[in-house]
Structures are given as C-alpha cells and as structure tokens.
C-alpha cells in the first residue's frame, strides 16, 4: 500500500498537497507496523515537519497553509459529526465551507458562494470514479489497448462533463463575493469565530463565534 500510494504520489506530481497526504499516510502505515494508535495530530504535526524540511519555502504558498489547514478542519468536523449518517457529507462541505471564509478572504481576497455546491459534486466524481478510471487504463494499456483507450474516452468524458458543469456555477452572477484583502489580526479571529462556532451543543456563548466571523 506503501509502494502504490508513492507511485501514485509520483504520478500526481508531488506537490504540497500530495506531499501532506503520502506522509500522513506512511505515518499511519508506520503505527500499524508498530501497533500504536498514533494521535491525528501527531501525524500532521509529522507531515507538516518534512514538508517544511523538504522545501522549507513551501511555508511562503498559498497552498501549503489552506492544504494543512484544510485537512485540520475535516479531521475536526468529522469528529463531531459521525452521528449523522449519510448527512454528515454534506453538513461537513457545508461547515468547512464556512470554515475556510477567512482564509480564502485573507489569501485571496474573495469568496466562493457556490464552491459547496461544485466541491459535493465534483469531489466524488474524480475521486471515485475519473482518477480510478485513468489509474485502470494505466494498467490495462499493457495487453488491451483499445480498452484502455475506450476508459480513458470514458474518462475524458466524464471530465469534460464536470467542467463544463463548474463554468455554469462560476458564470453566475452571484457566484463570486469580493472584499479587500484582510490583515493577518482578522484572519486569526475570523478562524477563531469558527472554532467558538463548533463546539458541542451546551456551551455557552456559542453565538459569540458568528460575530467574531463576521
């Protein structure tokens, strides 16, 4: 599983992102091997400590602090709702949707109005369906090429379906909402806001967390 998942991770091109996931997951590999349950937060401290010494400027992107902070808020809001079922999937887009306002205001300067809608979509269609499907004609291709050629059709297909889907939403006329770019002081209380937002049901000042967001 290790050998693929490093193949696959060449494949992808080792970027931030890519970087983040290989080594969470050999580290998780790793506790298996040694029979001990690791905390969440120890394997992403890990992952964080060699994509930094890998290519210490890589604190400098964009896509290095939305990649780590991103998987945080996920592995947060999966916690809390395992309870929900099937619903969970869309109460977690949702939330992190909410989650990730200030540091897509702070990076970039604008907010995504539909990105919850277009990441529901097309998160599960190239997850388990396009990139299995290139991955299968990648292996078929050896001794069936026309079958892999008719899955990498399939394939590209399916791709040109979903984006041709995400130009509808980004045509919109409300789909995008800009605002100046925000100090870092603002950032820091907007992600706060979330956090004070999320708590279990019963403590107190919950409410506070949506002013401190707004």
């Known amino acids: 599983g290790g050998l693929l998942a ?111 809608l277009a990441n529901l979509v097309a998160i599960p269609l190239v997850t388990f369906v396009i990139t299995p499907l290139v991955l299968l004609g990648m292996v078929v291709t050896a001794w069936w090429p026309s079958m892999a050629g008719l899955i990498w059709s399939g394939a590209a297909h399916l791709l040109a379906w979903l984006l041709q889907m995400l130009e509808g939403l980004a045509n919109f006329s409300l789909s995008t909402l800009y605002m100046p770019l925000i100090p870092l002081g603002w950032l820091i209380i907007g992600l706060g806001g979330f956090l004070i937002l999320i708590l279990p049901r019963g403590m107190p000042g919950r409410w506070l967390g949506l002013l401190w967001l707004l």
């Open 6 to 116: 490093i193949g696959y991770s060449l494949l992808a091109g080792m970027n931030i992102p890519t970087q983040r996931t290989l080594i969470m997951l050999l580290v998780m590999l790793a506790s298996l091997l040694w029979r001990r349950q690791l905390p969440f937060s120890i394997t992403l401290s890990v992952a964080l400590l060699l994509v930094t010494l890998l290519d210490p400027l890589a604190a400098l992107s964009v896509g290095f602090w939305l990649s780590f902070l991103t998987v945080g808020l996920l592995v947060l809001l999966g916690s809390r709702q395992r309870k929900l079922g099937k619903s969970a999937v869309v109460w977690m887009q949702l939330l992190l949707s909410i989650g990730t306002i200030p540091l897509t205001a702070g990076f970039f300067g604008m907010l995504s109005l539909n990105a919850p």
